[in-house]
């Protein structure tokens, strides 16, 4: 299923690695919050250190406006990543230029050297050849291990391949392994699980998915489109109208396979304290909007996933933010976990849900790109991945 080149592939021994890593992790008062991310690429980073590699890292973070900007700076990360590995990771204030040349040159095989932002230059999301083949010149061999940035075709994720031997990392390959498999050769029955606020964003994943699941679960604010392209009133609902005719599209050509919730929890406003309540599915009264699936659709759904073969969840249920109205999200989060499926669950509520509920260890795995994986799903080609050589 995976046919490019890993870092397994290759001799690394003395040479100058130069390591695309997805280091984009919340930052608070200069302290990193989640470092789920940051430990997904110690596999990768502690293989080429344990062959006689010098590692060069590199990653965006967040969004700075077109220049350097303090806030969005990566040292705070150098100084965890020193941390968990129990050794300094030496910090570039640039990744190119001066700064960058001196410290990639200075750098001894068995030392770990981090970058600053590549999104400090603006040619980055250019996926500028110049930018690129500055960063190229740090090193010997690239290796991609950002899964969460390989649907993005930038210069430190898609250009740096070109001048450079490339080949993936550790968590690049299992990402692709999973995400593909399910795809290409799923264990059935395939039951797909899709949340979040719009349709919009998953019209194509819906569309390939159709061809390929036995179940689509449908949940989340994208629910509520789905719904009023049935001809119900929705209230004050989240309602996508330009999408309204894709959604009549979709259930015509999949009505056996996409499923809607059958009850429903409103709010009387978007908010946490929001007075509750839940009615079966049908018009919604005015003043009153959905923020939730209901308990009848929480058990259906979980009817739908028992015996499932293999089970990806991409989207919560509902607005998962307020607890009263994550009951939904929790409540599909349990029935993934006690499914027996090989079970993968991709996107930041999704996969927030499956760790704040304690059930991440029977989750078979967790995907660290929400966009990457839904544009697997979605059948498209990774730039990222596309780039790197064949096996």
């Known amino acids: 299923m995976f046919n490019k080149k890993s870092v397994t592939d290759i001799d690394v021994h003395g ?16 302290k990193v919050g989640d470092d789920t991310r940051i430990r997904a690429a110690m596999p990768t980073i502690e293989y080429l250190l344990q062959h006689g590699a010098a590692v060069i890292l590199f990653s965006h973070l967040g969004r700075p406006k077109g220049g350097p900007d303090p806030k969005f700076s990566l040292r705070p990360v150098a100084d965890y990543l020193g941390g968990l590995m129990g050794q300094p990771v030496a910090f570039a204030d640039d990744c190119v230029g001066p700064s960058a040349e001196a410290a990639a040159k200075a750098l001894k095989p068995g030392q770990v050297l981090l970058l600053e932002n590549t999104r400090f230059h603006p040619e980055e999301e250019k996926n500028d050849m110049a930018l690129a083949q500055k960063m190229a ?94 001809g119900l009133a929705m209230g004050d609902s989240l309602v996508e109208a330009e999408s309204i005719d894709t959604a009549r599209q979709l259930l ?62 991409n989207g919560p249920m ?45 989750i078979t795995h967790i995907s660290t790109g929400g966009g990457a994986s839904l544009e697997m799903l979605e059948g498209l080609v990774l730039p990222g991945l596309a780039a790197l050589q064949d096996k």
């Open 15 to 30: 040479k100058r690695v130069l390591v695309r890593v997805d280091f984009n992790v919340p930052i608070k008062e200069g």
């Open 137 to 230: 010149s740090l090193a010997d061999v690239y290796v991609n291990d950002a899964f969460g940035s390989a649907h993005r075709a930038h210069s430190s994720t898609e250009g740096v391949a070109h001048f450079l031997p490339a080949v993936a990392g550790f968590l690049m390959e299992k990402e692709i392994r999973y995400l593909g498999q399910a795809i290409a050769d799923p264990r059935r029955p395939f039951v797909t699980i899709l949340g979040g606020a719009k349709i919009s964003d998953k019209i194509g994943v819906i569309r390939n998915l159709l061809g390929k699941a036995d179940v689509i679960l449908i949940g989340g604010g994208m629910a509520n489109t789905f719904l009023a392209a049935k």
């Open 252 to 313: 015509g050509e999949g009505s056996a396979k996409l499923h809607l919730p059958v009850d429903l929890v409103l709010g009387d406003k978007f908010d946490a304290e929001a007075q509750s309540k839940v009615m079966d599915t049908g018009n919604v009264p005015d003043g009153w909007r959905i923020l939730d699936i209901g308990p009848k659709t929480i058990d259906a759904y979980a009817a739908a996933l028992k015996g499932a073969g293999t089970v990806v969840w």
């Open 318 to 362: 509902g607005v998962f933010e307020f607890p009263r109205f994550a009951q939904g999200t929790y409540g599909v989060a349990r029935a993934v976990a006690n499914s027996g499926a090989i079970s993968i669950i991709g996107g930041g509520d999704s996969v927030a849900a499956i760790q704040e509920s304690g059930l991440a260890d029977k």
